[in-house]
């Protein structure tokens, strides 16, 4: 098992930052990737960013050059840098993590943590 603990979410205004952090503990060593992902009330979760053991990046088309993904192995911390937030970023923010397992991979996600973005 893998738990995953978020935090950082808050009340910013439009052109404002924030940075959630993601905290894995248990069995990660299976781990290859993490990422966030978001929901905004009546959409479906989406893909944000994410990133693998190797650096190996991705970001959804809307986050592209405002948000930044990194990680911290000796703290197995995964954090999401978001700059220039816009009202439309309003959601849950899920942190995730992909476990690799002899018959494919796992999906771990945290709690959620509220992101809210105000004009």
């Known amino acids: 098992q893998v738990q995953l603990v978020e935090s950082g979410g808050g009340l910013v205004q439009a052109g404002g930052s924030l940075r959630l952090s993601c905290v894995a503990s248990g069995r990660i060593f299976k781990i290859y990737r993490m990422g966030w992902y978001r929901q905004a009330p009546g959409k479906p979760r989406e893909l944000v960013a994410h990133?693998?053991?190797?650096?190996?990046?991705n970001y959804a088309d809307s986050v592209k050059g405002r948000f930044t993904i990194s990680r911290d192995n000796a703290k197995n911390t995964v954090y999401l840098r978001m700059d220039s937030l816009k009202p439309e970023d309003t959601a849950v923010y899920y942190c995730?993590?992909?476990?690799?397992?002899?018959?494919?991979?796992?999906?771990?996600w945290g709690q959620g943590t509220q992101v809210t973005v105000s004009s």
């Open positions: 990133i693998t053991n190797g650096g190996s990046t």
């Open positions: 995730k993590a992909d476990e690799r397992t002899v018959y494919g991979s796992n999906a771990y």
